[in-house]
T-cell receptor
Framework: GQNIDQPTEMTATEGAIVQINCTYQ??????LFWYQQHAGEAPTFLSY????GLEEKGRFSSFLSRSKGYSYLLLKELQMKDSASYLC??????????FGAGTRLTVKP | GAVVSQHPSWVICKSGTSVKIECRSL??????MFWYRQFPKQSLMLMAT?????????EQGVEKDKFLINHASLTLSTLTVTSAHPEDSSFYIC????????????FGSGTRLTVV
């Protein structure tokens, strides 16, 4: 089966950097995804990692270590609009995805 | 990327009535769609997997007679909440696999259901 663990809540200050960690267990790995979800809205795609290493996309970066079953999402130069839930998701070899419970990030002035 | 259209965005219904939510894949054929429910400040909970031309697969604890899923075509899946009760009030979201594989799942915009 798959267990996906990420912190429930985090708080950070506007302009700062925050790292959201995700650990997972899966019987067959086929990619790790991060989504952003604002309250009352559907999740939107942020990043995709299938090989080890760092993927950078503007203010957001995502890192993957397959051997450790570990990923993180790094948000730089935090803005108030970044307050949202961030979902870690793992895809298996059947292309089915499991979602973590999400990390609720609050950005304060 | 692929687009999934979900309607209605929000609906208010009386207790005991049924509500149908539609999910359409606009520019691709989705043989499989997924239905999720999400209560406020809680995680996405997979309710069922909708397969075109066959019966849906429901997750443990989800009543298939209450949450009817129909996937009659390659572009349309519907979820009908039958005999709705206030405790069914929630945010319902559909999704489909992104064909490119890069985006994982493409989500509909969600439906906010309020049962009064």
């Amino acid at each position: 089966g798959q267990n996906i663990d990420q912190p429930t809540e985090m708080t950070a200050t506007e302009g700062a950097i925050v790292q959201i960690n995700c650990t997972y267990q899966t019987s067959g790995f086929n990619g790790l995804f991060w989504y952003q979800q604002h309250a009352g809205e559907a999740p939107t795609f942020l990043s995709y990692n299938v090989l080890d290493g760092l993927e950078e996309k503007g203010r957001f970066s995502s890192f993957l270590s397959r051997s450790k079953g570990y990923s993180y999402l790094l948000l730089k130069e935090l803005q108030m609009k970044d307050s949202a839930s961030y979902l870690c998701a793992v895809r298996d070899l059947n292309n089915d995805m499991r979602f973590g419970a999400g990390t609720r990030l609050t950005v304060k002035p | 990327g692929a687009v999934v259209s979900q309607h209605p965005s929000w609906v208010i219904c009386k207790s005991g009535t049924s509500v149908k939510i539609e999910c359409r894949s606009l520019d691709f054929q989705a043989t499989t769609m997924f239905w999720y429910r999400q209560f406020p400040k809680q995680s996405l909970m997979l309710m069922a997997t909708s397969n075109e031309g066959s019966k849906a697969t429901y997750e443990q604890g989800v009543e298939k007679d209450k949450f009817l899923i129909n996937h009659a075509s390659l572009t349309l899946s519907t979820l009908t909440v039958t005999s709705a009760h206030p405790e069914d009030s929630s945010f319902y979201i559909c999704s489909a696999r992104d064909r490119s594989g890069v985006y994982g799942y493409t989500f509909g915009s969600g439906t906010r259901l309020t049962v009064v």
